[in-house]
């Protein structure tokens, strides 16, 4: 009964494949999230949708894509996968109510590790 | 350029006694703040919150502070627990035609028994 779980929980891939990360909320939120934790442990947010809305969309390489098939899913798919995009990709939700959507608490799921060999 | 900064990278405090974690930040528009607490191998989950029209907000063993002239908060945790020993994150947020949630640097609290 996790609210918002990731998969796979690790990931090793070679530099230049495509992959995908899967994220899911149980929580009946309308907003996820994805974030990027760096080696320098820094937390900079990607993308957030809001009921299959992208509402931001922050600088990061067009080799980054989310899709959102409902508002319970956010998947990011990397294309051409490079040796900087090692990170823990973490994907969180919330409730989602517009007006004070920056104002609301975010759930995180517990990270996928990605390593970029 | 970080606008939300958290000097401290760690922190080492006696159980019993009060820990202070100290967050700076550069854009006066951030109107809201959050506190997270972050396990290793776990994702972050919610600690406390601030409006930038408090100046301080306590729930059980947690009250933050805001000094917006200052561009700062802390979260006091009284008393440490071990069970407190964590990375602790500030984030900062607004909407200004754009939304923005930024997160700092995160500090390490280690409570020692």
């Known amino acids: 009964d996790t609210a918002v779980s990731q998969t796979p929980k690790y990931l090793v891939t070679q530099m230049g494949n495509d992959k995908s990360i899967k994220c899911e909320q149980n929580l009946g939120h309308d907003t996820m999230y994805w974030y990027k934790q760096d080696s320098k442990k820094f937390l900079k947010i990607m993308f957030s949708?809001?009921?299959?809305?992208?509402?931001i969309n922050e600088t990061v390489p067009n080799r980054f894509s989310p899709k959102s098939p409902d508002k319970a899913h956010l998947n990011l798919h990397i294309n051409s996968l490079e040796l900087g995009d090692s990170a823990v990709y973490f994907c969180?939700?919330?409730?989602?109510?517009?007006?004070?959507?920056?104002?609301?608490?975010?759930?995180f799921g517990p990270g996928t590790r990605l390593l970029v060999l | 350029d970080q606008q939300v900064k958290q000097n401290s990278p760690s922190l080492s405090v006696q159980e019993g006694r009060i820990s202070i974690l100290n967050c700076d930040y550069t854009n006066s528009m951030f109107d809201y703040f959050l506190w997270y607490k972050k396990y290793p191998a776990e994702g972050p989950t919610f600690l406390i919150s601030?409006?930038?029209?408090?100046d301080k907000n306590e729930d059980g063993r947690f009250t933050v502070f805001l000094n917006k002239s200052a561009k700062h908060l802390s979260l006091h945790i009284v008393p440490s627990q071990p069970g407190d020993s964590a990375v602790y994150f500030c984030a900062a947020t607004y909407t200004s035609g754009t939304y923005k949630y930024i997160f700092g640097t995160g500090t390490r609290l280690k409570v020692l028994a």
């Open positions: 601030i409006s930038s029209i408090k």
């Open positions: 969180a939700s919330s409730q989602g109510r517009k007006r004070g959507l920056v104002q609301e608490t975010q759930y």
């Open positions: 949708y809001n009921n299959k809305e992208l509402i």
